[in-house]
């Protein structure tokens, strides 16, 4: 069995801009991998690398052990591809479209129906609907559907949740997992960190270069500073006013409460405190917490902008 | 009077009630998270608000001003701010500005004033002179929103202003939403990013037409005893199955 994916040193720019910059990374086997980044870090421009639409300026990639340049045709027929623009025909229905895709990958509905039969339930009540009148939830799941229907080795997915609702995207996660099982080998990206977690391994993108590849729980492992969530009845102020102590050394909003990072870590909390006292907040509670994907995400930020 | 009040408020499409009767109020200087699933209704709603879309029944008064009678007086009143639509890619930063500033009848010397404030505000003045489509994301959004609180209006539209963007980025976005908001302008937002939910004030949940919930986060949490806005979410998504 040929490696999934093999993407050794990639390099692209479009005039000057360097979408993407000296990238490598592997997928293996049954491997749901994200790609986790915000828009414009390079993750499109990737994907269409290796669904041999694009080419790269310099590197190499396989999808399968097959080229991405030499042998694009084979690549084709072997890749589910779901671009991050929904691309399907919105004037055929749920069923045209299906039907459709099988065609041009010379296969029927029928013969693969096993493999999409658990997502296509959820939208067979709208199958004579267009698929331009579905909702963003629904759109998802017929594009997923085609790109699976002709049996792909590996499933290229574009931001197949973004602008969908967390209920939906929980959803189509669950739909990810199941189909890993099957032994299909996936490659999503995601603006959302929170999804990092799903992930078996993640590459963080940033600028098109990448930041990290691990697994999401060794990432967050490696989150080295002590942190604290904190909270007080009026939050605006509060974060003001840690921002503009000395020895804060991050302090973001993150839900109910705010997280910090102190320069001299737990030594500097009894100077944090007596700060504090000064500033007579409400209802204020500190607590220490364990680092998530998102923090890790926003400190490597940081670190490359230096 | 406050901001934002409805009662009642529904729009048919034929035989689909996309908004179903809904009656609530938004008070001035408030972030009120506007929230449901993809199809709840919320972009109607929105809609409606925003004098954009006439109501099939009940009543909504934005800023004072009757939806069906004087919209034209709500546009002008308001600010709004789509991820989808915001600036043009093919003008400057600057000519973006002067162009918003335009069309909301602001005289040469305030767009001016405007221009120099904003941008210093945003650190952009090294790219007044370039095209919109050469920033990133992130700063779009930021400048978008900034240019859709130029005329002052007392209140703000966004639409999912914050989807695909860095999360430092959307950080800095909702500092800029915070500060408008304690100046007293009033901020009606939707977002699918659930720790965003927890920075409004309140918030109200749609399904299917209707808003289900609608209180301080901290209180919705209590109400379905959920650990977090997340778990609210899926409680009245899945209800809305089992039904």
Known sequence: ?????????????????????????????????????????????LFRI????????????????????????????????MPGRFSLYQDLTVEENLHFFATIFNTTVEANYDLIEEIYVQIAPFKKRPAG???????????????????PAVLFLDEPTTGVDPVSRKEFWDMLQRLKQKGIAILVSTPYMDEAMLCDRVALIQNGQLLNIDTPQHIIAQFSKPMWAVRAK??????????????TDSCYAFGEYLHLTLKDGTAGVDALQAYLDTK??????????????????????????V | ????????????????????????????????GFLGANGAGKTTAMRMLCGLLRPSSGTAKVAGYDVYTQSEKIKQNIGYMSQKFS????????????????????????????????????????EADQLVSALPLGWKQKLSFSIAILHDPSIVFLDEPTGGVDPLTRRQFWDLIYEAASRGVTVFVTTHYMDEAEYCDRVSIMVDGRIRALDTPRRLREQFSAASMDDVFLQLAREKAKS
């Open chain 1, 1 to 45: 069995m040929q490696t999934p994916i093999v993407v050794q040193d990639v390099h692209k720019s479009f005039g000057a801009v360097k979408a993407l910059h000296n990238i490598s990374f592997t997928v293996q086997e049954g491997e749901l991998f994200g790609l986790i980044g915000p828009d414009g870090a390079g993750k499109s421009t």
């Open chain 1, 50 to 81: 290796l669904t041999t639409l694009l080419l790269a300026d310099k590197g190499q990639a396989t999808v399968n052990g097959l080229d991405v340049v030499k042998d694009y045709k084979a690549i084709r027929k072997i890749a589910g591809y």
């Open chain 1, 133 to 151: 009148k579905l909702s963003g939830g629904m759109k998802q799941k017929l594009a997923l559907c085609c790109a699976l229907v002709h049996k």
């Open chain 1, 234 to 247: 009026h939050m605006y102020r509060l974060i003001q006013d840690l921002r503009a102590f000395p020895g």
């Open chain 1, 280 to 305: 007579h907040h409400e209802a204020f509670t500190m607590f220490s917490i364990q680092a998530g994907i998102e923090d890790c995400f926003m400190e490597l930020m940081n670190t490359e902008n």
């Open chain 2, 1 to 32: 009077m406050d901001p934002i009040i409805t009662n009642g408020l529904t729009k048919r499409f034929g035989s689909f009630i996309a908004t179903n009767a809904i009656t609530f109020e938004v008070k001035k200087g408030e972030i009120f």
């Open chain 2, 87 to 126: 600036l043009y890619e093919d003008l400057k930063v600057k000519e973006n500005i002067r162009f918003y500033g335009g069309i909301y009848g602001l005289s040469d010397k305030a767009i001016k004033e405007k221009t120099t404030q904003l941008l210093k505000k945003l650190q952009m003045e090294a």
